[in-house]
């Protein structure tokens, strides 16, 4: 304990250094800057999305600033798509400590009666379901290499109601429920899962939901916080990072909530 309060009073960023991570949805966004950010403190990263040429952007911007990043293009809806980046980033890293799921797509609002199919059913695949895929394949790489953290990126819908996004709000109420039952399930064989719950976050998905509302609706969002404003990806990052570290070692099954105040 008093190690720990050292650390925090002198400054250190949260170490992370030799450690093996993947992140989905690492392209942009959060995932991009959680990549720079932990490639940057000495771990070695691994980045998987569907938007090839920016994801192989991000790398090169790891990479020519001296850091371990490598991508490769993956589309988590599918489980041999999956299990093939799973088995990239083994060989690539020698195993993993650290999965971040991240991928996702936004929802645009409507009413929930107005929801196509395809819609709903593509929120679900992509935001629920490619969580799933990805926390099978950590926990299959994990389990035989001493244990390890699984990080989803869930939201703030997840744990409150959410107008006019019912799929994306679902979704992520279910990834909710699957990162507290595999918390349970697999904290006997030292793998840990936990969830980051960030409210709106000025990133390209944001925005581009905002871009479908009209500007009262823009400025309720950005006001919804007590703060006042959007949250910023670096502030989410360094959370992300913080739970990389052995520093969250007794956090499993928690909402990490990152929303500026909003459910306080």
């Known amino acids: 304990?008093?190690?720990?309060?050292?650390?925090?009073?002198?400054?250190?960023?949260?170490?992370?250094?030799?450690?093996?991570?993947?992140?989905?949805?690492?392209?942009?966004?959060?995932?991009?800057?959680?990549?720079?950010?932990?490639?940057?403190?000495?771990?070695?990263?691994?980045?998987?999305?569907?938007?090839?040429?920016?994801?192989?952007?991000?790398?090169?911007?790891?990479?020519?600033?001296?850091?371990?990043?490598?991508?490769?293009?993956?589309?988590?809806?599918?489980?041999?798509?999956?299990?093939?980046?799973?088995?990239?980033?083994?060989?690539?890293?020698?195993?993993?400590?650290?999965?971040?799921?991240?991928?996702?797509?936004?929802?645009?609002?409507?009413?929930?009666?107005?929801?196509?199919?395809?819609?709903?059913?593509?929120?679900?695949?992509?935001?629920?379901?490619?969580?799933?895929?990805?926390?099978?394949?950590?926990?299959?790489?994990?389990?035989?290499?001493?244990?390890g953290h699984v990080i989803n990126v869930a939201s703030i819908a997840g744990l409150r109601s959410a107008p006019l996004i019912s799929a994306y709000s679902a979704a992520k109420h279910g990834v909710m429920g699957l990162t507290k039952s595999a918390a349970h399930e697999y904290a006997r064989v030292n793998i840990r899962f936990n969830a980051v719950c960030p409210s709106f976050i000025d990133t390209p998905m944001v925005r581009h939901t905002m871009a479908n509302m009209n500007e009262r609706a823009q400025q309720a969002t950005i006001k919804a916080s007590p703060l006042r404003r959007l949250g910023e990806v670096d502030e989410v990052s360094g959370a992300i990072a913080w739970l990389a570290s052995d520093e969250s070692s007794f956090m499993n099954g928690h909402a990490f909530t990152l929303d500026g105040g909003m459910l306080a």
């Open 1 to 147: 304990m008093t190690q720990n309060l050292k650390g925090i009073a002198s400054g250190i960023a949260s170490d992370v250094t030799g450690k093996r991570i993947l992140i989905t949805g690492g392209a942009s966004g959060i995932g991009a800057a959680s990549a720079l950010l932990l490639a940057t403190r000495g771990a070695k990263v691994v980045i998987g999305d569907m938007a090839e040429e920016m994801g192989e952007a991000v790398a090169k911007q790891g990479q020519d600033a001296g850091n371990s990043i490598v991508f490769k293009k993956v589309d988590v809806t599918s489980g041999d798509e999956v299990r093939a980046l799973f088995a990239f980033a083994m060989e690539a890293l020698g195993g993993l400590d650290v999965v971040i799921n991240n991928a996702g797509i936004d929802h645009k609002p409507a009413p929930m009666h107005e929801l196509s199919d395809e819609d709903f059913d593509r929120n679900i695949a992509v935001n629920l379901k490619g969580i799933w895929h990805c926390m099978r394949a950590a926990i299959g790489c994990m389990a035989t290499n001493g244990g």
